[in-house]
């Protein structure tokens, strides 16, 4: 049973910074791109940041790019959102999600698996 558990989120200032964590089980980690998207209330859920399944390459939202870095450390099945100068608009949950194909990271429905989200809240 293939499993994303994210962690980290929480309540910060405009300014300040979060260090999300989306721990996997159950799937073949090194196989697999991951992603991150995010969905504010009555918005949809969009794209935050991708890794390709060595870490070698990144993507990013032009709305966090500057600000945010998504990594990955294989041996310990867990992918990471570092999240710097927070602003209120940040605000939303965060999920992660695993891509077994990766070849358009930033479409929802290119991804295989989804994790049940982390809240990040920030306060203006």
């Known amino acids: 049973q293939v499993q994303l558990v994210e962690s980290g989120g929480g309540l910060v200032q405009t300014g300040g910074s979060l260090r999300l964590s989306c721990a996997s089980s159950g799937l073949a980690f090194s196989n697999y791109a991951m992603g991150w998207f995010r969905q504010a209330p009555g918005k949809e859920r969009e794209f935050v940041a991708a890794?390709?399944?060595?870490?070698?390459?990144?993507w990013y939202a032009d709305s966090v790019k500057g600000r945010f870095t998504v990594s990955r450390d294989n041996p310990k099945n867990t992918v990471y959102l570092q999240m710097n100068s927070l602003e209120p608009e940040d605000t939303a949950v965060y999920y992660c999600?695993?891509?077994?194909?990766?070849?358009?990271?930033?479409?929802?429905?290119?991804?295989?698996?989804w994790g049940q989200g982390t809240q990040v809240t920030v306060s203006s």
């Open positions: 999600a695993a891509d077994s194909w990766g070849g358009s990271v930033r479409r929802i429905d290119e991804y295989d698996y």
């Open positions: 890794v390709n399944w060595s870490g070698s390459l990144t």
